[in-house]
């Protein structure tokens, strides 16, 4: 009974096909970094995992995943180049300006009437939203009462975020941006040119808390009027999507607005009931349950 039994597995083995064998591996690759690391991906969107994954492989010169996994095991430095494949640090200030524009008409004036003002953003990358929230609150006369709490599951990005030092080549984007989302000043006005930076003045940091976050893993840390998660979901499954969001609403306050990626959403979601569309194009909700 025993020899019938190896040989189905191996019979089963050549029917595998080369996708399902990718996903074994990648799998494993995922379970093997979590229980040694700590660092959870197991819940990653698969074609963001395979994209990222199979760009590492080919940069540490393996033949497979496989091959990836036995020098991650054993090298912590590959560990620390896949960690910065898997971190999504696609941003710019005033990033979809309409967004921020909807933020100042629709938001605000929910801010003033708040004696004092807690917002999250979730997934802040290098921090260019963190430092366009910043400057619209302090045009809107707000950043004074207002705590915002910049996280990230890398710390790398985190330093360069404090640093607040950007390519002064992206300067005209950022300006047209800034302009687009109702700036009310010269951009210029908010930082020095130094060099080949943009240095953004260190009053727009005052009531920032950068601090390390992983939203697969850690919970709730305090309760915020406004949480901004933008563009980071979307790589995430709907399992782990759905915990996100969970844990969103566990931190909001009683009216509290989350705000959302252009491409992300909670309306087929267990919380959607619990939610009141504030914009449904710039996904801004406000929570009623």
């Given at each position: ?210 601090a390390e976050h992983n939203l697969a893993t850690d ?33 909001l306050i009683q009216s509290g607005i989350l705000g ?30």
């Amino acid at each position: 009974m025993r020899v019938c039994k190896i040989k189905e597995q191996a019979d089963y083995r050549e029917y595998m096909t080369n996708e399902e064998l990718e996903m074994v591996e990648i799998e494993l690759l995922l379970e093997g970094i979590y229980r040694y690391y700590g660092f959870d991906f197991r819940d990653y969107a698969p074609p963001f995992l395979k994209r990222r994954i199979w760009n590492r492989v080919r940069a540490e010169k393996v033949e497979s995943i496989s091959g990836l996994q036995e020098k991650i095991l054993h090298d912590p430095s590959i560990m620390q180049k896949l960690f910065e494949d898997f971190s999504i640090n696609v941003t710019e200030m005033f990033r979809d300006p309409n967004f921020f524009l909807a933020f100042r008409k629709k938001v605000v004036p929910f801010l003033r009437t708040c004696p004092s003002v807690k917002i999250w953003h979730a997934g802040c990358s290098t921090g260019e939203e963190v430092y366009s929230m910043a400057i619209l609150l302090h045009e809107e006369g707000l950043y004074e009462k207002t705590t915002i709490y910049a996280t990230d599951m890398n710390n790398g990005v985190l330093t360069y975020a404090q640093n607040g030092k950007f390519p002064l080549q992206k300067m005209q984007l950022y300006t047209k941006n800034y302009l687009a989302a109702g700036g009310k000043r010269a951009f210029s006005e908010y930082y020095t040119a130094k060099q080949t930076n943009a240095a953004f003045h260190s009053s727009l940091t005052k009531n920032v808390v950068f601090a390390e976050h992983n939203l697969a893993t850690d919970r709730s840390f305090n309760e915020f009027h406004v949480i901004i998660c933008r563009n980071v979901t979307i790589y995430f499954n709907k399992r782990l999507q759905n915990r996100v969001y969970h844990l969103f609403h566990e931190s909001l306050i009683q009216s509290g607005i989350l705000g959302l990626g252009s491409k992300e959403g909670i309306k087929f979601t267990s919380i959607a009931n619990s939610y009141k569309e504030v914009d449904p194009i710039e996904k801004l909700y406000r929570k009623i349950q």
